[in-house]
T-cell receptor, first 114, second 113 residues
Framework: DTGVSQDPRHKITKRGQNVTFRCDPISEHNRLYWYRQTLGQGPEFLTYFQNEAQLEKSRLLSDRFSAERPKGSFSTLEIQRTEQGDSAMYLC????????????FGSGTQLSVL | GENVEQHPSTLSVQEGDSAVIKCTYSDSASNYFPWYKQELGKGPQLIIDIRSNVGEKKDQRIAVTLNKTAKHFSLHITETQPEDSAVYFCAASRGNQGGKLIFGQGTELSVKP
């Protein structure tokens, strides 16, 4: 069990650029979640997948954000036309459906939009 | 909407003392209440959780209590150690919403040696 892995750990980009983050969940976990955390706040739910199906999206997820999990394993989160307000830590988490919701988080991708 | 309030935002204790962090939730349908510890540059790590059918749960120096009537739950850390210094988050969810957690704002705990 290698834990939830996220790449890259840090990303600096200029406003208007597109960025993509990757998450590899714990191998046997069929649910994968994306959260966003800004400085001094708790994580906020963005979206989640069960296998390859995206089951829920928060209203925080504007149309500039898109997430995929094409084969039910790793997931990508893309932000198009980044804005300074997108600067945050993007956290990925995973669990197994029906296992009491115990959620395991990765170390996150810290995005800075200049 | 659903909301979780957490207090205090910062807490400083001497090594060996106890620390208590309190949370209240608004959604009466919430039935799962985890606590996470987050160290600098890392993701949140689950340290203990409790379900609504249990009033108290303990794991070594850590305990959590739940008052469903008052919609309060608390984290108790006894015999604090410097390595307990971190940001602690409470969270709540409905059981049928999987890992969709509503987090509190966090408590920065500092344990002074």
């Amino acid at each position: 069990d290698t834990g939830v892995s996220q790449d890259p750990r840090h990303k600096i980009t200029k406003r208007g650029q597109n960025v993509t983050f990757r998450c590899d969940p714990i191998s046997e976990h069929n649910r994968l979640y994306w959260y966003r955390q800004t400085l001094g706040q708790g994580p906020e739910f963005l979206t989640y997948f069960q296998n390859e199906a995206q089951l829920e999206k928060s209203r925080l997820l504007s149309d500039r954000f898109s997430a995929e999990r094409p084969k039910g394993s790793f997931s990508t989160l893309e932000i198009q036309r980044t804005e300074q307000g997108d600067s945050a830590m993007y956290l990925c988490a995973s669990n197994i459906q029906g296992t009491n919701e115990k959620l395991f988080f990765g170390s996150g991708t810290q995005l800075s939009v200049l | 909407g659903e909301n979780v309030e957490q207090h205090p935002s910062t807490l400083s204790v001497q090594e060996g003392d106890s620390a208590v962090i309190k949370c209240t939730y608004s959604d009466s349908a919430s039935n799962y209440f985890p606590w996470y510890k987050q160290e600098l540059g890392k993701g949140p790590q689950l340290i203990i959780d409790i379900r609504s059918n249990v009033g108290e749960k303990k794991d070594q120096r850590i305990a959590v209590t739940l008052n469903k009537t008052a919609k309060h739950f608390s984290l108790h850390i006894t015999e604090t150690q410097p390595e307990d210094s971190a940001v602690y988050f409470c969270a709540a969810s409905r059981g049928n919403q999987g890992g969709k957690l509503i987090f509190g704002q966090g408590t920065e705990l500092s344990v002074k040696p």
